[in-house]
C-alpha cells in the first residue's frame, strides 16, 4: 500500500537514490511531463538503467509517456529492450481499458503491476473498466491538473470535487489503491496537509507528491495513529465477543460496515 508516491525526473539520474531514500513508499522515475522532448532518450536510457539493477527500500517504477505519442511507443520499445525491472508502470492520459490491454499486449511476458493516470472528461466515464483492467497490484491516480485543463476549471477543492469521488468509486469498486493527485505549491506544507485530509476522508488511499519535503507528511496522514489502531481493534473486539451480531459500543452503532472499516484500519497499520 503506497502511502506516498514521489516522481523524480527520468533525465535527473542523480536524484534517484537521493528519492528513493526519501522516506517515500514508491518513487516513479518520470518520462513524460518532467522531460523535455530533447531528453526522452536519455531519460529512458537513465531510467532502465537504474531499474534493471537498483535496490531501495522504495517501490520504484516508471511513467511512460501517452500511448497516443510516438514518445510513449519509444518507451514501450525501449523497456521490452532493457533488463529493466520496475515495480509498476504507470500509464499517462488512459482514456478507456483499450489503452491498458493494449500495454499489457504489447509487454508480454514482462508483468510489472499497471497504474492509470485518470486525468481526461473520457477516463471518468469509463473508471470502473479502466480500474477492472488494471488488475492486481494495479492502481490509480488522479490527475487534476490535466483534468482542470480539459474541463477548464481550476484545481480548487470544489471544482474537482466530482471527479475526485468518481475516481475514488471506480478504483474502490475493484479494490485498487486510488492516489490524489500533488499538491502543487511545494512551499505551503500546511495547506497540502489540511487537502490532504480531506481526500483521506474521501477514500484516497495515498497521494503522488513532487517534492522529498511532502513525503512525510503525507506518510503521517495516511499512517493510522495509536489512538485509531486501538479503537480499532477495541471495535472488532466488542463485535466478534456479541457473536457477530450489532451492537452498540461506546455510544456507537457498530455493524457490518464499521467493522470494515476497522479492519481496514488495522490492515493499512500492518501494511
Known amino acids: 500500500m503506497f502511502r506516498s508516491f514521489l516522481f523524480v525526473p527520468g533525465d535527473r539520474p542523480e536524484r534517484f537514490d537521493k528519492?528513493?531514500?526519501?522516506?517515500?513508499?514508491?518513487?516513479?522515475?518520470?518520462?513524460?511531463?518532467?522531460?523535455?522532448?530533447?531528453?526522452?532518450?536519455?531519460?529512458?536510457?537513465?531510467?532502465?538503467?537504474?531499474?534493471?539493477?537498483?535496490?531501495?527500500?522504495?517501490?520504484?517504477?516508471?511513467?511512460f509517456n501517452s500511448l497516443e505519442c510516438v514518445d510513449g511507443f519509444r518507451d514501450v520499445i525501449a523497456f521490452i529492450d532493457s533488463a529493466a525491472s520496475?515495480?509498476?508502470i504507470l500509464t499517462p492520459k488512459v482514456r478507456s481499458r483499450s489503452v491498458v490491454d493494449q500495454l499489457r499486449r504489447a509487454l508480454g511476458e514482462r508483468r510489472p503491476a499497471l497504474w492509470a493516470l485518470i486525468e481526461t472528461p473520457e477516463a471518468l466515464f469509463s473508471i470502473s473498466l479502466i480500474a477492472e483492467s488494471l488488475g492486481e497490484g494495479g492502481g490509480v491516480v488522479f490527475g487534476g491538473a490535466d483534468l482542470s485543463?480539459?474541463?477548464?476549471?481550476?484545481?480548487?477543492?470544489?471544482?474537482?470535487?466530482?471527479?475526485?469521488?468518481?475516481?475514488?468509486?471506480?478504483?474502490?469498486?475493484?479494490?485498487?489503491?486510488?492516489?490524489?493527485?500533488?499538491?502543487?505549491?511545494?512551499?505551503?506544507?500546511?495547506?497540502?496537509?489540511?487537502?490532504?485530509?480531506?481526500?483521506?476522508?474521501?477514500?484516497?488511499?495515498?497521494?503522488?507528491?513532487?517534492?522529498?519535503?511532502?513525503?512525510?507528511?503525507?506518510?503521517?496522514?495516511?499512517?493510522?495513529?495509536?489512538?485509531?489502531?486501538?479503537?480499532a481493534q477495541a471495535i472488532i473486539d466488542a463485535y466478534e465477543g456479541n457473536a457477530g451480531r450489532v451492537l452498540l459500543h461506546e455510544g456507537r452503532l457498530v455493524e457490518k460496515p464499521v467493522l470494515a472499516a476497522a479492519r481496514r484500519t488495522l490492515a493499512r497499520a500492518r501494511s
Open 19 to 63: 528519492a528513493a531514500l526519501s522516506g517515500a513508499d514508491a518513487v516513479c522515475i518520470d518520462l513524460e511531463d518532467a522531460v523535455a522532448p530533447a531528453n526522452k532518450q536519455a531519460a529512458r536510457r537513465e531510467a532502465f538503467s537504474y531499474l534493471a539493477g537498483s535496490a531501495t527500500p522504495a517501490s520504484v517504477g516508471v511513467r
Open 86 to 88: 520496475p515495480a509498476f
Open 149 to 231: 485543463a480539459a474541463l477548464g476549471s481550476d484545481m480548487s477543492w470544489d471544482a474537482l470535487y466530482h471527479a475526485r469521488a468518481t475516481t475514488v468509486a471506480g478504483a474502490a469498486l475493484h479494490g485498487l489503491q486510488c492516489l490524489d493527485v500533488p499538491f502543487l505549491d511545494v512551499r505551503n506544507i500546511a495547506a497540502m496537509i489540511e487537502e490532504t485530509r480531506r481526500a483521506k476522508a474521501m477514500g484516497f488511499t495515498g497521494r503522488a507528491c513532487i517534492h522529498p519535503d511532502q513525503v512525510a507528511p503525507i506518510n503521517g496522514i495516511f499512517t493510522p495513529t495509536a489512538d485509531e489502531i486501538a479503537a
